[in-house]
């Protein structure tokens, strides 16, 4: 859509996906469903983008940060300034907490685009975890027990528990729950 091709183009794609969603309508296939739809338009996007981020928790964090930036974008060229800034905000937040600078750095010019200013990005402590501590603290946030996240990424427990260590230690936290708190999934997106 972005590069100006034709919307035929997209319409197999979007039936291929229509067709999986239908298959099995998970809350994550829901929301990247109503994600395509806002984007192509074959429904009101307001509607669609509102669906998708309603479901959006469902979908890994990097797919929420599209989802609010594909939105902000399509307000801002709407001509809806402000409130394209509240998605354009979180998507900018939310790609710099996963360090995917190139993504955030497209919100953050979009954000500029809406008339706002974005603020220079201060480190987190956050920002000091290793790719492996960002999931093993995003799999606490969900509940998950040592035991289980270990088994999901082929770790032991007792790697699991070290990583644990250290990121306590470097977000200055002692407990799981503190950590579930500060944990990047449950920022507001």
Excluded at 37 to 47: V, Y
Excluded at 140 to 156: D, K, M, P, W, Y
Aim: proline share 6%; with cysteine.
């Amino acid at each position: 859509m972005r590069a100006g091709q034709p919307l035929e183009l997209a319409a197999t794609p979007l039936a291929r996906v229509r067709s999986w969603t239908a298959q099995l309508p998970t809350m994550a296939r829901r929301s990247v469903l109503a994600r395509c739809e806002g984007l192509l338009g074959t429904r009101p996007p307001d509607q669609a983008f509102t669906e998708a981020l309603e479901l959006a928790r469902a979908i890994p964090p990097f797919e929420r940060a599209r989802t609010e930036l594909l939105y902000g974008e399509w307000l801002r060229r709407d001509r809806r300034r402000t409130q394209s800034r509240t998605h354009l905000r979180a998507a900018a937040e939310l790609f710099r907490t996963l360090g995917t600078t190139c993504w955030a750095q497209r919100a953050e010019a979009e954000l500029r685009a809406a008339g706002e200013t974005a603020r220079s990005h201060e480190p987190s402590a956050l920002d000091q975890l290793t790719p492996q501590e960002l999931k093993i603290t995003e799999l606490v946030a969900e509940g998950l027990t040592n035991r289980n996240i270990a088994a999901q990424l082929f770790l032991s427990p007792r790697t699991i528990d070290y990583h644990l260590r250290k990121v306590f230690s470097k977000l200055g936290i002692a407990s799981r729950a503190e950590l579930i708190r500060q944990a990047p999934t449950q920022k507001p997106t």
